[in-house]
């Protein structure tokens, strides 16, 4: 064999080398699915948000809640046999409220107990997902986070307040202040439906409020403690399984970790879950 033979062969098994990669985890994630789904007699369905790369220009992507998953999700729990747990394990900065609502009410309607697990965080409509749950199970500091609505890049709620302001505005600005202000009664009502399962209607009234209209900015932490104010049913411990489930949805491939740890001297520097 000549040496562009050898060249050829090197590049084509180059090339499946990341195909072959992605089945085996592909079939790693499923095992321990499986394994988790069996030990907990319940349907686990992960959403769960990594960074990816376009595999031709190498351009990273943020991942979001979109149309595709709810789609996916909404099969899910329709094939999960009434009174059967459903577990749906949220790794998640956001994304679509269409997307979120439709996830969240359909686990709000689920015929059985739904147990929502946040190992690291679900933000904004992971976060309203998460209400939809008759249990939250958080990690140490796991954080959910606020739920109002972005218009584009700006918050509703701000784009509101600067509408107030005295002086001219551009007609823009107007509308888009219009646009919020549906937003923010939209998702502060779903919010209210989503609470009133387990909280007293005075009580789901005020937490959707404050999740809902901008008392934060969007990217506010929320960790078990701070939600402990709101009495939502919030139980801090992520089991064992499912934080090892999330080693198995690691970064795209080129992008090293920032972090390394050794815990014990003698022992080999470890690398903890790739953030976000």
Same mark, same amino acid.
């Given at each position: 064999?000549?040496?562009?033979?050898?060249?050829?062969?090197?590049?084509?098994?180059?090339?499946?080398?990341? !195909? &072959?990669?992605? @089945?085996?985890?592909? #079939?790693? %994630?499923?095992?321990?699915?499986?394994k988790? *789904?069996?030990?907990?007699?319940?349907?686990?369905?992960?959403?769960?948000?990594?960074?990816?790369?376009?595999?031709?220009?190498?351009?990273?992507?943020?991942?979001?809640?979109?149309?595709?998953?709810?789609?996916?999700?909404?099969?899910?729990?329709?094939?999960?046999?009434?009174?059967?747990?459903?577990?749906?394990?949220?790794?998640?900065?956001?994304?679509?409220? !269409? &997307?979120?609502? @439709?996830?969240?009410? #359909?686990? %709000?309607?689920?015929?059985g107990?739904?147990v *929502?697990?946040?190992?690291?965080?679900?933000?904004s409509?992971?976060?309203?997902?998460?209400?939809?749950?008759?249990?939250?199970?958080?990690?140490?500091?796991?954080?959910?986070?606020?739920?109002?609505?972005?218009?584009?890049?700006?918050?509703?709620?701000?784009?509101?307040?600067?509408?107030?302001?005295?002086?001219?505005?551009?007609?823009?600005?107007?509308?888009?202040?219009?646009?919020?202000?549906?937003?923010?009664?939209?998702?502060?009502?779903?919010?209210?439906?989503l609470?009133?399962?387990?909280s007293?209607?005075?009580?789901?009234?005020?937490?959707a409020?404050?999740?809902?209209?901008?008392v934060?900015?969007?990217?506010?932490?929320?960790?078990?403690?701070?939600?402990?104010?709101?009495?939502?049913?919030?139980?801090?411990?992520?089991?064992?399984?499912?934080?090892?489930?999330?080693?198995?949805?690691?970064?795209?491939?080129?992008?090293?970790?920032?972090?390394?740890?050794?815990?014990?001297?003698?022992?080999?520097?470890?690398?903890?879950?790739?953030?976000?």
């Amino acid at each position: 064999m000549g040496i562009f033979e050898l060249l050829w062969l090197f590049i084509i098994l180059s090339s499946l080398q990341p !195909l &072959a990669q992605r @089945q085996l985890l592909a #079939a790693s %994630r499923r095992r321990v699915l499986a394994k988790i *789904a069996k030990e907990r007699d319940a349907t686990v369905i992960t959403l769960i948000h990594r960074q990816e790369t376009m595999s031709f220009l190498g351009i990273p992507l943020m991942r979001y809640i979109d149309i595709d998953d709810s789609q996916g999700v909404l099969r899910a729990i329709r094939g999960t046999t009434p009174g059967r747990t459903i577990e749906i394990i949220l790794h998640t900065p956001g994304g679509l409220v !269409l &997307a979120a609502s @439709q996830i969240a009410k #359909a686990l %709000r309607d689920h015929e059985g107990r739904v147990v *929502a697990v946040v190992p690291h965080y679900a933000m904004s409509g992971g976060t309203l997902i998460a209400l939809a749950a008759d249990e939250i199970v958080l990690d140490t500091h796991a954080a959910l986070g606020p739920i109002d609505p972005q218009l584009g890049q700006y918050p509703a709620a701000s784009l509101i307040e600067v509408s107030k302001m005295p002086g001219r505005h551009s007609d823009e600005t107007l509308l888009l202040a219009d646009v919020g202000r549906k937003a923010l009664r939209q998702v502060e009502a779903l919010a209210v439906e989503l609470l009133e399962r387990h909280s007293p209607p005075d009580r789901a009234r005020d937490v959707a409020r404050i999740l809902s209209t901008g008392v934060w900015t969007h990217d506010h932490p929320l960790m078990a403690r701070d939600l402990e104010q709101f009495q939502l049913p919030v139980k801090v411990g992520v089991p064992s399984e499912e934080r090892a489930l999330m080693d198995l949805y690691p970064q795209p491939r080129g992008r090293e970790p920032a972090v390394e740890y050794a815990s014990k001297p003698g022992r080999r520097p470890g690398r903890p879950m790739q953030g976000p």
